[in-house]
């Protein structure tokens, strides 16, 4: 093994604070793998909670494994050293389960090159008793595991605090033949056995059936907390490398009830719940041990109930508060103030369209009046710089909706340009401009994604209009990588055979070629109504006919109230 990595891995661990490594020996030892850096996993929050859900088992030991850094990566080339664990450098083989926790389709990417490295079969119908069973988590298991079915032995469709106790109890009994383990696994609310299932299709390529074999559920129910209490989740692990080096995290929230049409976080974390302030204090407390900011984490930061009694908590404790982005017809003058007293010099409004239509269209529940006052309200209380999120390419979307964004965008900077002349001082407005990718498990599954070549054009005219704008300017997702998501999120089973050749270099098309598939035929076909879709093995919950008639709503340009306790629409509150 490479003198080099050891040597970066150990002092890498040593800069750690909170990290859990364990002896060997007379445990169930898990790898618990991010397909993505270092940087990125711990940056997770969802990563680093399950790591210490983990290790909170005295019989089980969970070491880390990262891609390596584009620097290190070449000297695992270079030297043919295995993927090794941080805490211990032990080699991905050598542990009983490979957990695998994914939360964006674009690692995926990623999986080829680190099974390489660990010296694994791709494939499960390659690997026997004589390797690790693995196992994958994370937001990409319950959205739309079937990418994915051909290379994981097994799926945990839910959040880990309620999926790992049951899952790990079975796991003790690895000495059991392969077959037999993951049949008795499948037996396992939330858990997704995909080899235990038969996939047909039809003559137009669409999906016919998947049919389940030898007692597997006929679809598998996605697993959550009912009660937040009864669980933290926070920086357990805190380290200069990372997002969030100068804050600790910590959840006050999980699930949004706005039920804006395209975000599929608002659909597959229903319902909606929230931690007490009572319960907040204490994991607050700790973050403080650590570092004066605390980053607020939830899908609606502002719809806390006790948001401006949490900020004063924090205050109190003389420390500051980070949020990610703000709801702009929550806001208030106090939370703004609480964010300005953290040091805030940038936040993000997320308007998602320019013209009404569309924001009717994707539920988003907003108008004019409301991005404005909230620009205004931001300005006047101090924040030196805004951010705005717009999503383009939203189905019915025409060169109308393209002017209408630009034309709000010229009224946020006429409001923030006056706020800002009265304090002396102008910062700047950023544009974040993103393709709309029609996501599992939301009404706008149906739908098609628009064309690159209309992507590209409607980005070009934006780019013209606001460099025209003084003290603005704005930053565009990758249309490619855009297109790609949208492939990985909502293909079947034949798209897992993708990757190998996506990892060697391979544009998307390309790889597609030598697997003889049509990315358009999962990227930009609009849905027929009665389609299976890949993700239908999966009960997140939410029926598919309050889906399908979200969609018809969107359609009509109808806005549907935000869910609520008990209102038995979606189907969640049962």
Same mark, same amino acid.
């Given at each position: 093994m490479s003198r080099q990595l050891i040597s970066h891995a150990k002092s890498r661990l040593e800069k750690e604070k909170g990290s859990q490594p364990k002896p060997w020996g007379g445990r169930l030892t898990m790898a618990l793998v991010f397909p993505n850096t270092y940087y990125q996993a711990m940056s997770n929050l969802g990563f680093q909670t399950v790591y210490h859900l983990l290790n909170s088992h005295d019989d089980i030991l969970c070491e880390r494994f990262f891609l390596p850094d584009p620097a290190d990566l070449k000297e695992?080339?270079?030297?043919?050293?295995?993927?090794?664990?941080?805490?211990?450098? $032990?080699?991905?083989?050598?542990?009983?389960?490979?957990?695998?926790?994914?939360?964006?389709?674009?690692?995926?990417?990623?999986?080829?090159?680190?099974? $390489?490295?660990?010296?694994?079969?791709?494939?499960?119908?390659?690997?026997?008793?004589?390797?690790p069973l693995v196992l994958c988590g994370g937001v990409c298991a319950f959205l739309n595991p079937e990418p994915?079915?051909?290379?994981?032995?097994?799926?945990?469709?839910?959040?880990?605090?309620?999926?790992?106790?049951?899952?790990?109890?079975?796991?003790?009994?690895?000495?059991? #033949?392969?077959?037999?383990?993951?049949?008795?696994?499948?037996?396992?609310?939330?858990?997704?056995?995909?080899?235990?299932?038969?996939?047909?299709?039809?003559?137009?390529?669409?999906?016919?059936?998947?049919?389940?074999?030898?007692?597997a559920p006929p679809q598998v129910q996605r697993q959550w907390v009912r009660e937040l209490d009864t669980s933290e989740s926070r920086s357990y692990v805190h380290t200069q490398d990372t997002a969030f080096a100068d804050m600790s995290l910590v959840e006050i929230s999980r699930g949004c009830s706005r039920g804006c049409r395209f975000c599929a976080a608002g659909f597959i974390y229903l319902p909606a719940r929230e931690r007490s302030l009572q319960s907040l204090l204490p994991q607050i407390e700790q973050g403080l041990c650590e570092h004066?900011?605390?980053?607020?984490?939830?899908?609606?930061?502002?719809?806390?109930?006790?948001?401006?009694?949490?900020?004063?908590?924090?205050?109190?404790?003389?420390?500051?508060?980070?949020?990610?982005?703000l709801r702009m017809d929550s806001l208030t003058a106090d939370e703004v103030h609480a964010l300005r007293e953290s040091g805030h010099r940038t936040l993000a409004l997320a308007p998602e369209a320019g013209s009404q239509r569309l924001r009717d269209l994707i539920n988003k529940g907003i108008n004019e009046e409301h991005i404005l006052a909230a620009a205004r309200l931001l300005a006047a209380g101090g924040i030196l710089n805004l951010k705005l999120y717009f999503l383009i390419g939203l189905p019915t979307e025409e060169q109308d909706d393209i002017d209408k964004l630009l034309q709000l965008t010229m009224k946020v900077r006429e409001v923030w340009v006056e706020e800002q002349k009265k304090s002396g001082?102008?910062?700047?407005?950023?544009?974040?401009?993103?393709?709309?990718?029609?996501? #599992?498990?939301?009404?706008?599954?149906?739908?098609?994604?628009?064309?690159?070549?209309?992507?590209?054009?409607?980005?070009?005219?934006?780019?013209?209009?606001?460099? $025209?704008?003084?003290?603005?300017?704005?930053?565009?997702?990758?249309?490619?990588?855009?297109?790609?998501?949208?492939?990985?999120?909502?293909?079947?089973?034949?798209?897992?055979?993708?990757?190998?050749?996506?990892?060697?270099?391979?544009?998307?098309?390309?790889?597609?070629?030598?697997?003889?598939?049509? #990315?358009?035929?999962?990227?930009?076909?609009? $849905?027929?109504?009665?389609?299976?879709? #890949?993700?239908?093995?999966?009960?997140?919950?939410?029926?598919?006919d309050y889906l399908l008639a979200e969609y018809h709503r969107g359609q009509e340009g109808k806005l549907s109230s935000p869910c609520s306790p008990g209102c038995r629409r979606c189907g969640i509150c049962k």
């Amino acid at each position: 093994m490479s003198r080099q990595l050891i040597s970066h891995a150990k002092s890498r661990l040593e800069k750690e604070k909170g990290s859990q490594p364990k002896p060997w020996g007379g445990r169930l030892t898990m790898a618990l793998v991010f397909p993505n850096t270092y940087y990125q996993a711990m940056s997770n929050l969802g990563f680093q909670t399950v790591y210490h859900l983990l290790n909170s088992h005295d019989d089980i030991l969970c070491e880390r494994f990262f891609l390596p850094d584009p620097a290190d990566l070449k000297e695992h080339e270079k030297t043919g050293t295995v993927l090794f664990s941080l805490e211990s450098q $032990r080699p991905l083989a050598d542990f009983d389960v490979v957990a695998f926790s994914i939360c964006f389709e674009n690692d995926y990417v990623h999986l080829p090159t680190l099974f $390489r490295l660990g010296h694994l079969p791709f494939y499960a119908a390659e690997r026997g008793d004589n390797h690790p069973l693995v196992l994958c988590g994370g937001v990409c298991a319950f959205l739309n595991p079937e990418p994915l079915a051909d290379i994981m032995d097994l799926f945990a469709v839910g959040e880990g605090e309620v999926m790992l106790p049951p899952l790990l109890e079975q796991l003790t009994r690895l000495e059991l #033949p392969r077959g037999e383990l993951l049949r008795a696994l499948a037996a396992i609310p939330g858990v997704y056995v995909p080899s235990l299932y038969e996939v047909t299709y039809g003559e137009d390529g669409s999906l016919a059936a998947i049919a389940p074999q030898a007692g597997a559920p006929p679809q598998v129910q996605r697993q959550w907390v009912r009660e937040l209490d009864t669980s933290e989740s926070r920086s357990y692990v805190h380290t200069q490398d990372t997002a969030f080096a100068d804050m600790s995290l910590v959840e006050i929230s999980r699930g949004c009830s706005r039920g804006c049409r395209f975000c599929a976080a608002g659909f597959i974390y229903l319902p909606a719940r929230e931690r007490s302030l009572q319960s907040l204090l204490p994991q607050i407390e700790q973050g403080l041990c650590e570092h004066r900011k605390i980053g607020l984490v939830g899908a609606a930061v502002s719809d806390y109930s006790a948001i401006d009694d949490l900020n004063r908590e924090i205050f109190e404790r003389e420390g500051q508060v980070s949020v990610a982005s703000l709801r702009m017809d929550s806001l208030t003058a106090d939370e703004v103030h609480a964010l300005r007293e953290s040091g805030h010099r940038t936040l993000a409004l997320a308007p998602e369209a320019g013209s009404q239509r569309l924001r009717d269209l994707i539920n988003k529940g907003i108008n004019e009046e409301h991005i404005l006052a909230a620009a205004r309200l931001l300005a006047a209380g101090g924040i030196l710089n805004l951010k705005l999120y717009f999503l383009i390419g939203l189905p019915t979307e025409e060169q109308d909706d393209i002017d209408k964004l630009l034309q709000l965008t010229m009224k946020v900077r006429e409001v923030w340009v006056e706020e800002q002349k009265k304090s002396g001082r102008l910062g700047t407005l950023t544009l974040s401009v993103n393709p709309f990718i029609p996501k #599992p498990f939301t009404p706008l599954q149906w739908a098609a994604m628009d064309e690159a070549k209309s992507l590209e054009r409607k980005m070009k005219q934006i780019r013209g209009a606001i460099a $025209r704008m003084a003290n603005c300017e704005v930053i565009f997702e990758s249309v490619r990588g855009a297109v790609l998501q949208a492939f990985l999120s909502r293909g079947d089973r034949r798209v897992g055979r993708v990757l190998p050749h996506l990892a060697s270099g391979k544009n998307l098309k390309a790889a597609c070629r030598e697997e003889g598939l049509d #990315p358009d035929f999962y990227v930009n076909r609009q $849905r027929p109504e009665d389609e299976i879709f #890949p993700w239908d093995i999966l009960d997140n919950g939410v029926r598919r006919d309050y889906l399908l008639a979200e969609y018809h709503r969107g359609q009509e340009g109808k806005l549907s109230s935000p869910c609520s306790p008990g209102c038995r629409r979606c189907g969640i509150c049962k």
